[in-house]
């Protein structure tokens, strides 16, 4: 027996998957974001690890003391500030990406299981937001950070 089917349940389904359609979008740009993120973060743990193999090379040979030597301190600290500052933001374009796909789901679970998501939908893209934003400015002060030692950097043939 084929029951009777009125088309409500397809055109509901097409209007949550239209609505999903920009955060999925959203989704895909912190995926790009976290792409760029994670590249600027592992190139900063190769020049770290460079400049420990130097530093330890410099201690073995009693020649801590030079300038070379301070300036790659110097640089450490700098690139470990870096490295910090990439790390957190890489941690708040994740919880981004998590708060995007939890509105996703919820606009999907409000509408199968019939319950009012509303708010929690609203301020879970609101926390994605916010979570962007200071994702994004501390990906900016990263970029200035560099900008600025680049434009200091003593002229030489250090690392």
């Known amino acids: ?3 009777p089917h009125d088309g409500t349940e397809v055109t509901t389904i097409s209007t949550l998957i ?3 359609v920009a955060p999925v979008f959203l989704i895909a740009g912190v995926a790009g974001l976290l792409n760029v993120l994670t590249s600027r973060f592992t190139r900063t743990i190769d ?3 460079l400049m420990d193999s130097i530093i330890n090379t410099h201690e073995k ?3 801590a003391c030079n300038e070379e030597t301070q300036y ?3 640089r450490r600290k700098f690139l470990i500030m870096r490295m910090q500052n990439v790390n957190a933001s890489i941690f708040f374009t994740t919880a981004t990406g998590l708060m995007i796909a939890l509105v996703i789901i919820s606009v999907f679970f409000s509408s199968l299981f019939s319950f009012n998501s509303e708010v929690f939908i609203s ?3 609101i926390l994605a937001m916010v979570f962007l934003i200071i994702a994004l400015m501390l990906f900016l002060s990263e970029i200035y950070f560099t900008n600025q030692f680049i434009r200091t950097k003593k002229k030489s043939t250090h690392i």
Do not use: T, W
Request: no cysteine.
């Open 47 to 49: 020049k770290l690890e």
């Open 1 to 3: 027996m084929i029951l």
């Open 123 to 125: 301020v879970s893209f």
């Open 72 to 74: 790659l301190l110097q």
């Open 61 to 63: 040979e009693d020649d």
């Open 18 to 20: 239209q609505l999903s």
